[in-house]
């Protein structure tokens, strides 16, 4: 059994790095050795197998990056913690990989929002958190207890019943240490558990969940009918280092399941620390832009409509929580719209309107999609989302004009969940000219919006203002719609 792990990945190894052949991509160069998706992975305890590989290989040559694997035995990077880990680069940055590595379709949707914005940099410490330490490798569990119900005593002091029972949890592991602070990084591994205590006729009975940290919708665990542990009330404590001892056995095993894509391999402190270009992983150089400069019968004119994209590896829409929460990034996948220049073709009195559809936005998993799209954003009673503007303010008032860019602001109102609001999005444009000889209008824009202060809609586990608000960048194209 063991060899249907090692010969494919010593395959792999020995012959990396996979290049594809990269094709055209309208007016810039390839992307051969410009794009990059780095697979670290470790020989000696292999949990990628052939099909694991040959799916990552596959999306690889049809999204057009390079496929690199790296055995950590000859070692890794600091930041690499585990194996397998996946990284992408490019000449703007590296971004690390927040997912299971089964999931082919999440790996897309990581690379695609890289592309356009690598994750940022930011502290990020846990409170109160459960850690266990091997090697370079830290895999944390935040310890959850909800109030106690069933017969609650009169009187009873619920804050003071969840601090107790919170340190009998930790007494009851034996790899985990409770610790009152812990800075956690991009590739320290998180499980999260719910404990439910409920007392009834003197007899205490804890309910529990495990959730990968890599899916907040489905669990990977759940013990509620007979409950995780049981016992008397006055054995309280022992109740749950109990239900402490038993989270932590599953934790282990969850660690080592192969079939979800959670399993981990430690790297230990025997592993040789080596920067990335030590490895041969510096970042990529900056692809030389091949620009079309033939402007002759390409003509600028007023009304324009937003083109599909013409290279369907390139995002034209992506959003994310702020760092440290950057990981949970999604997509929409199409975008429609139109923008009207003053006449000259100025900037200044410019009028547009841009939509997304909901069922167009994806975040790379099914269950996550379903849980966005019809539970947070409501889609059914609100199908889609709109920006609408009728000022732009423009550093200057000179018509636009093929290779220079010009910025602005558009100011209008930002509709969602049946919600308006103001909102100022900067933003830059730039005529250019298709292969074709085609006029196109080339706009960039990064902006913030407000999740929870204005919609009500309550992001992922994390710290505020991170997890309150989203981060938008947009690149497309517009054609001329005379």
């Known amino acids: 059994m063991l060899l249907k792990y090692i010969l494919p990945l010593l395959f792999f190894v020995l012959n990396a790095p996979y290049t594809h052949t990269g094709a055209e991509r309208g007016l810039e160069a390839p992307r051969d050795g410009y794009d990059q998706l780095i697979l670290f992975v470790n020989s000696e305890s292999p949990i990628i197998d ?4 040959d799916a990552l ?7 057009e990056v390079d496929f690199r694997v790296k055995d950590v035995v000859d070692g890794a990077p600091q930041e690499v913690t585990y194996t397998p880990s996946i990284v992408f680069q490019n000449s703007e940055g590296r971004s690390f990989y927040y997912g299971r590595y089964k999931k082919t379709s999440r790996v897309k949707n990581f690379i695609r929002a890289s592309r356009l914005a690598h994750q940022g940099d930011t502290d990020n410490v846990k409170k109160d958190i459960l850690v266990w330490k091997n090697g370079r490798t830290a895999v944390t569990a935040p310890i959850k207890l909800t109030d106690l119900t069933g017969e609650v005593p009169r009187g009873f002091n619920q804050e003071e019943f969840i601090n107790e029972a919170k340190a009998s949890v930790a007494e009851g592991m034996s790899d985990f240490e409770r610790m009152s602070a812990f800075e956690q990084t991009r590739t320290t591994r998180s ?3 719910n404990l439910y205590p409920y007392l009834y006729k003197g007899r205490l009975t804890v309910s529990a969940e495990i ?5 907040c919708v489905k669990p990977v665990f759940q013990k509620f009918d007979e409950g995780l542990a049981s016992g008397s009330w006055r054995s309280r404590d022992k109740v749950f280092a109990e239900a402490g001892k038993l989270i932590e056995v599953e934790i282990m095993r969850q660690t080592k399941n192969l079939q979800n894509g959670d399993a981990l391999a430690i790297i230990s402190d025997d ?3 080596k920067d990335w270009e030590a490895l041969g992983l510096e970042l990529p150089e900056k692809p030389k832009i091949k620009i079309n400069t033939e402007i002759e019968g390409a003509k600028i004119t ?16 992506i959003f994310s929580f702020l760092p440290p929460l950057d990981s949970y990034a999604g997509e929409a996948k199409t975008l429609s719209g139109t923008l009207d220049l003053s006449e000259g073709n100025t900037l200044t009195g410019a009028k547009g309107s841009f939509e997304v559809q909901i069922s167009d936005i994806t975040m790379g998993l099914d269950d996550l999609d379903r849980e966005v799209q019809n539970k947070m954003l409501k889609m059914g009673m609100f199908p889609n989302s709109t920006f609408t503007f009728e000022e732009i303010e423009a550093k200057n008032d000179e018509p636009l004009q093929f290779g220079q860019t010009s910025e602005f602001t558009a100011k209008g109102i930002f509709t969602m969940l049946g919600i308006e ?7 830059q444009i730039e005529p250019i000219v298709n292969a074709r000889g085609e006029a196109r209008l080339q706009v960039s824009a990064t902006f913030q919006l407000p999740l929870y202060s204005i919609f009500k809609v309550a992001g992922p586990d994390g710290p505020s ?7 938008f960048y947009m690149k497309f194209l517009l054609a001329s719609s005379e």
């Open 50 to 53: 052939t099909e694991d590989l």
């Open 57 to 63: 290989k596959k999306l690889a040559d049809k999204i």
């Open 191 to 193: 499980f999260y558990f």
């Open 211 to 215: 959730y990968s940290q890599y899916n």
């Open 271 to 273: 592993i040789p620390v």
């Open 302 to 317: 007023q009304n324009w409509t937003v083109e599909p994209p013409q290279n369907k590896n390139e995002p034209i829409l």
């Open 421 to 427: 609001t103001p909102l100022d999005v900067p933003a």
């Open 465 to 471: 203002p991170a997890k309150d608000n989203l981060q």
